[in-house]
């Protein structure tokens, strides 16, 4: 189980991001250009096969069909693979 996070960190007068991936046993930090997927890859691997655990945080959404579409195409089907690996 891995929970990673990411803020925006200045170096000079650049916006870069302050990434963090905390385990019980491990914390890792580093400054990376972006918050996508390049970079939670570089630290986790492309092919992390783990368990990720967000904090919810994303943009304000005001359809709940979006948000349950999204929970049901997205998110059920990498808590079930993680859960129950093939």
Not at 29 to 36: C, E, F, M, T
Request: glycine share 10%; proline share 9%.
């Amino acid at each position: 189980m891995v929970v990673p996070d990411e803020t925006g960190w200045r170096v000079g007068a650049q916006l870069q991001w302050l990434w963090v991936c905390a385990t019980p046993r491990t914390t890792v930090y580093a400054i990376q250009p972006g918050r996508g997927f390049d970079q939670a890859a570089a630290l986790l691997g492309a092919d992390f096969a783990g368990i990720l655990v967000g904090d919810g945080w994303g943009p304000p959404i005001d359809d709940p069909l979006t948000i349950l579409v999204d929970l049901l195409r997205e998110r059920v089907p990498r808590i079930a693979a993680a859960l129950f690996p093939t």
